[in-house]
């Protein structure tokens, strides 16, 4: 499921509400800075965050069928950190991300939600998207770290427990 685009929202009843609780409930769980659906085996486009800003502020949050929007061309300032993913526990891997960008969606109830944010922020909502659409952050590595990214996670995968976001 995690390299396969998720379906779009399109009823923001009870269901996606109590989805949403459960996904807050594990991503809180897991000490996570987002989870998409797809890593508790939802095909929903949809992703809840709770880390914080470029400003140091922690901000939560909820963003169904999400657009990232990154800046390009001569501008663009990349920063390259190391990054993690509850779907590959205890493994981590240097990556270059644009320092900010956008977020386009909707929020828990429908209605229109844009985010500008860099920081661990801007980094988790570029994350989130990527598995949206498909894509793991492993997926963005050269072959080489890809391999040994996992090959850290098998080295620690026994120490988290069956149930762990995948």
Known sequence: MLHSPARQVADFGSDLQDLLADMF??????????????????????????????????????????????????????????????????????????????????????????????GTLGRCLQHETDHINGMVFGDRLSRRRRKQLYQDHRDVADEYPDDWPA
């Open 25 to 118: 409930a594990t991503n809180t769980a897991a000490n996570g800075a987002g989870l998409a659906a797809a890593q508790i085996g939802t095909d929903l486009a949809v992703f809840v965050y709770d880390c914080t800003d470029e400003t140091g502020v922690r901000r939560t949050g909820v963003v169904c069928n999400p657009v990232i929007q990154v800046d390009q061309g001569q501008g663009r300032i990349l920063v390259e950190l190391d990054e993690g993913c509850l779907s590959l526990p205890g493994a981590y891997a240097e990556l270059a991300r644009p320092e900010f960008s956008i977020c386009r969606g909707q929020d828990q109830y429908g209605d229109p939600v844009e985010i500008t944010a860099g």
